[in-house]
């Protein structure tokens, strides 16, 4: 197990950016998607979801940067699917998100590359009675998990049902892949993954269903997976924060150190 114990400004931004490459690549491989690694790297038409189809690495140069964008919008379209850019700031060259405009691609926004040392996690947060959460270790589990994703989270049922079934061809045993389960008096309501990878932990597809928020159970669904992660030996966790999420997680500690802009791009109509 390789655990990143530099916790600069500059390690954690790799961190992010790369924890999130691994994200998008299990998951886009476990979907059967097309790979590139050189000086692009994709994973492409795995997925129904443009996210998931991600080119997430460039390492391009202002002579070859529009090729480079032309290729992926060429298998996007060859495996007849939507895509986006993962363009964090390792990405090369520096205009290439005016690049990727140009070229048709729209940008949707950033994710707020957060990270915090496990070490001042808060050991527990106030929730409501009857409120507990469980690792989805069965198919039982792994089908209220996606229920419950699938009642708002991004792309909704769509997006929720393909990455369970990931999830499952990932296997729910799996040493790096661990998803909770929180329920209220037996009533799933919320949701998590936890991926281990660059050395840190990477939080995932945080949800609370709306008529449960405000309870201090996101908080919980944050907390309980970071105190595996540091009981396990890690030091760092990183996510990739909403606007709407980001005040739940400083408040537990957790600073921005990078952002990676979403370029999306849709086949027509």
């Not at 940008?107 to 496990?118: E, I, N, Q, R, S």
């Not at 699938?150 to 661990?178: I, K, Q, S, T």
């Amino acid at each position: 197990m390789s655990v990143l114990t530099n916790l600069g400004h500059a390690a954690l931004a790799q961190a992010i950016e790369a924890n999130g490459a691994k994200f998008l690549l299990d998951l886009g491989r476990a979907g059967g998607g097309e790979e590139r690694h050189d000086d692009l790297d994709w994973v492409i038409g795995g997925s129904p979801i443009d996210y998931h189809n991600a080119i997430y690495g460039a390492r391009l140069t202002k002579a070859n940067a529009d090729a480079g964008i032309a290729a992926s919008l060429e298998a996007l379209k060859r495996r007849k699917v939507p895509g986006a850019w993962h363009v964090g700031p390792s990405m090369q060259p520096r205009d290439l998100e005016k690049r990727l405009e140009r070229a048709g691609f729209t940008y949707a926004g950033d994710d707020y590359g957060m990270a915090t040392d496990l070490s001042i996690v808060p050991e527990a947060v106030r929730v409501p009675d009857g409120f507990a959460i469980q690792r989805v270790e069965t198919q039982a589990a792994l089908d209220s998990w996606v229920h419950v994703l699938g009642g708002g989270f991004g792309e909704g049922p769509v997006e929720a049902r393909w990455v369970g079934d990931m999830y499952a061809r990932l296997g729910l045993n799996h040493p790096e892949w661990h998803h909770f389960l929180g329920t209220f008096e037996g009533k799933p309501v919320s949701t998590a993954t936890m991926l281990y990878g660059a050395g840190v932990a990477g939080l995932y597809f945080v949800y609370t269903d709306p008529d449960y928020r405000r309870r201090g159970i996101g908080a919980a669904m944050t907390v309980v997976p970071l105190k595996q992660a540091g009981d396990d030996g890690y030091k760092a966790a990183v996510l990739g924060a909403s606007t709407m999420g980001r005040p739940v997680y400083e408040r537990l500690g957790f600073r921005e150190y990078c952002r990676i802009g979403i370029f999306e791009w849709w086949p027509e109509a």
